[in-house]
């Protein structure tokens, strides 16, 4: 357990996931590799060790940067999934955020509760005025997040995606610093 970790319940922790972890994170990849790179490329970023370790330095530079950030959610101890921003611009107030799980720790509310914890992040410590999800539209799972996290649905980039011999449409999701704000205060927390 990592000193920096958060409880998401359930005996699930949100925390940082770090270069020197490359091998945990290689062996969770490898437990989901199929179903993970169902929508996304991350599977295939990273096939090997060195690839697992180049792959989480480049968010240690990206976090040093100041440009983005990854975490990975544990349950029980055992790292599960993530989530991250693949890209923040703090300066124009605005940040991506993802997702990913191996199939056996779907449908647990880990994604929901993780990404509510680094927008609360983004949006309150890093003062983040847009929030955006993007997630390509077969992918029902991530598009009920998006819901979940009361996101509004601003439209579809129609085969934006080439992925897996396929091009496929991204849709694009956002929430507003005031309306996550409104969102916490009337759900108890968004």
Known sequence: MSVFSRSLGDGAELG???PWQAEEYLAHLD???EYIG???ALA??????PAARAFLQSYADKAAADKGRIFGIRQDGTLVGGVLFPTMDVAAGSCEVGCWLEPAAVGRGLVTRAARVIIDWAVDVRGVHRVEWRVASPNTASVNVARR???????VLREHHPHRGARLDIEVWSVLAPEWHALRAGEGGA
């Not at 295939?44 to 060790?49: C, F, G, N, S, Y």
């Not at 996290?149 to 439209?155: D, Q, R, S, V």
């Open 16 to 18: 940082p996931l770090e």
């Open 38 to 40: 169902r929508y996304i």
């Open 44 to 49: 295939e970023v990273a096939p090997d060790l």
């Open 31 to 33: 437990r989901g590799r």
């Open 149 to 155: 996290l009361g996101m509004t649905k601003e439209g």
